[in-house]
């Protein structure tokens, strides 16, 4: 029997002649767990996909001042309550299989937005510290990147610290750059992560991708908050 994945309830669904040409074969939610995921709708600052009446939203205004680095983020889902239960439940309790979740809007969201742009794009992970590797057991930017079709390239490293989560936007956005380079990527790199904050964490890598050569840089997250 195929359960929901957040609530555990039975996914199996009465097959007729009025509905079987809609029936998803892979759901992974059930009607109300996914009614509770909000797809950002409508106009989005070009950077950041911020939910904005504008083109550039008023951040990435000032990230443009200060000298920015990326061409562009995307990202998929409002960052609310159950989408934020749902990435704890995943990412700080080990439910791996919770990943799938994602896969089939993230493959759309890379499909529509980045693969007919840069075809030589390659998926940039985010990288842990291996503290952090050691207490959570899976990189969870490693999942979501490995879901696209395209070139993995584990070219970032990154020195150990505090968790981002206990961090407010200010100390975010103070914090030194805790990544480094691993080995140069000379082709477009797609930095897929799960939340999109402040973008500081994007930046710092993109940051440390172009001083090495990287011709473009640009984001795919689940989550925008």
């Known amino acids: 029997m195929n359960i929901c994945l957040y609530c555990y309830a039975s996914l199996e669904k009465s097959l007729n002649w009025s509905n079987w040409l809609t029936v998803e074969e892979n759901s992974v939610l059930c009607e109300t767990c996914a009614a509770k995921l909000e797809i950002i709708p409508g106009n989005r600052c070009e950077i950041c996909s911020r939910a904005w009446n504008g083109a550039i939203c008023s951040d990435c205004q000032q990230w443009r001042q200060l000298g920015e680095n990326i061409e562009g983020n995307y990202s998929i889902y409002y960052y609310n309550e159950t989408m934020r239960d749902l990435i704890t439940q995943w990412k700080f309790r080990g439910d791996y299989v919770l990943r799938e979740v994602f896969r089939k809007d993230l493959q759309h969201?890379?499909?529509?937005?980045?693969a007919s742009i840069t075809p030589s794009i390659a998926a940039v992970p985010i990288p842990l510290s291996k503290n952090r590797m050691q207490e959570r057991g899976f990189n969870q930017s490693l999942a979501l990147a490995e879901m696209l079709d395209v070139p993995v390239k584990h070219v970032l490293g990154r020195n150990s610290g505090?968790?981002?989560?206990?961090?407010?936007?200010?100390?975010?956005?103070?914090?030194?750059?805790?990544?480094?380079?691993?080995?140069?990527?000379?082709?477009?790199?797609?930095?897929?992560?799960?939340?999109?904050t402040t973008g500081t964490t994007v930046r710092q890598a993109a940051q440390q991708l172009n001083l090495h050569g990287c011709p473009a840089v640009y984001s795919l997250t689940v989550a925008r908050s």
């Open 162 to 196: 505090e968790k981002q989560a206990k961090k407010n936007r200010k100390s975010r956005l103070k914090r030194g750059n805790p990544f480094f380079i691993t080995e140069a990527l000379q082709q477009p790199a797609l930095i897929v992560d799960d939340i999109y």
């Open 109 to 114: 969201a890379f499909e529509k937005q980045f």
